[in-house]
């Protein structure tokens, strides 16, 4: 394995890292990600961390996933198509030269789409498949993939480990957007990181019950009405606006469901497919699930290297 600087694009945030010998030696978050910031100002701070991070260890590859592959990134890369495992994703990177930011060549990894000419069944993904190929120690053939995030997905795999099938939903970013730009503001607080399972049930409940918009001002009333704790009133609005996701994995014929990604909605999820189910759930590690992107970038790269071992 050879020395990489790693970028792992979002739509808010960027994670630029060094990785040597399978191991993530340091990593610098840019509060700045594609959707949320002038090109040429994501394109600087990209630069200059990439000068840092090259004081350490000269890299001898730029590996870069996400939402730093689309229109509004660096380089634009179209998604292939599912089914797609590391191979496929191997044969998609496109080596690019973008000497106005480093002059180590860069390889971006493609995204992945489902597309069958109906609404119904189209989806992309970008940055989810690196991620996933990170956790590949921790896969199961034929199962469910959770990677809650700012864009969620639920990803099945086939007997192979390819992406074969995948959902995403807005969750982190509604979740942000009602706790923050809604009345909800003074009811919810998102800096509780512990759950009560009888509130996220609750939650769950009104929710498949009443629908989301009812059962959402039900957190209001609990604020203001019932004499209970902050995070009984947070894990109720974490029941309600999960319920979807949560009913759907329910109802999925995979025993296996490996939950990864951002902490507050995985714990959240843990918590409620515990109490709801009889599959066998998986929870990631926050420092695996961390790393993972940048793992799954070098594994990716290296692929067919690894297989002429």
Known sequence: MGIYITIDGGTTN???????????????????????????YLKNKIKETISELSEIKMPKRILASGMITSE???????????????????NGMCRAELPEISDVPFLFVPG????????????????EETELIGLSENMHCNSLYILPGSHSKIIRTDSCGRITDFKTTLTGEMIWALS??????????????????EYLIKGYQYCRDIGLNAALFKTRILKNMFSISECEIYSFFMGAVLQAEIGEIIKAKEGYVTIAGKQQIKNAMVSLLGALCNKKIICVSDKTAELAPSIGAVRIYEYKQERMK
């Open 72 to 90: 509004m990134g660096l380089y634009n890369l179209p998604h292939i198509p599912a089914p797609a495992g590391i191979s496929e994703l191997h």
């Open 180 to 197: 923050q730009d809604t009345i909800l503001k003074i009811a919810v607080n998102l800096s509780n990181s512990e759950t009560n399972e």
């Open 14 to 40: 960027t994670r630029v890292s060094l990785v040597t010998e399978n191991e993530v030696i340091k990593t610098v978050k840019i509060h700045a990600g594609a959707g949320s910031c002038e090109k040429n």
């Open 112 to 127: 992945v789409k489902i597309y069958d000419g109906t609404l119904e069944h189209t989806d992309m993904m970008r940055g």
